[in-house]
């Protein structure tokens, strides 16, 4: 099993920046991806920001690209997302995840981001 801690959300002013990070602990070994998914309000799917593989391959959902970095630390089983240049409507939960190679899929409890403008 894989355990994840997320942290660094906030409320920040539009135009700013924020930076999360998730660390994971556990069967770590085992992690093929790592990602951060987001819910907005008003009962919003869930859906994918940012996900980074084992090999360092990263995609972005186009909402966010050239103003989101997805990165990992291997070696401390951590995955950061640099927020810059914030809308209001980034304003989300946002959910660390990590797929295994085995397909399974853990997640974060969650960490609230709000953008005021």
């Known amino acids: 099993q894989v355990q994840l801690v997320e942290s660094g959300g906030g409320l920040v002013q539009a135009g700013g920046s924020l930076r999360l990070s998730c660390v994971a602990s556990?069967?770590?070994?085992?992690?093929?991806?790592m990602a951060w998914y987001r819910q907005g309000p008003g009962g919003k799917q869930r859906e994918l920001v940012a996900?980074?593989?084992?090999?360092?391959?990263?995609n972005y959902a186009d909402s966010v690209k050239g103003r989101f970095t997805i990165s990992r630390d291997g070696a401390k089983n951590t995955v950061l997302l640099q927020m810059d240049s914030l809308k209001a409507e980034d304003t989300a939960v946002y959910y660390c995840?990590?797929?295994?190679?085995?397909?399974?899929?853990?997640w974060g409890q969650g960490t609230q981001v709000t953008i005021s403008s």
């Open positions: 995840n990590t797929r295994l190679w085995s397909g399974t899929n853990y």
């Open positions: 556990g069967t770590t070994f085992s992690i093929y991806s």
């Open positions: 996900i980074i593989t084992n090999a360092g391959n990263t």
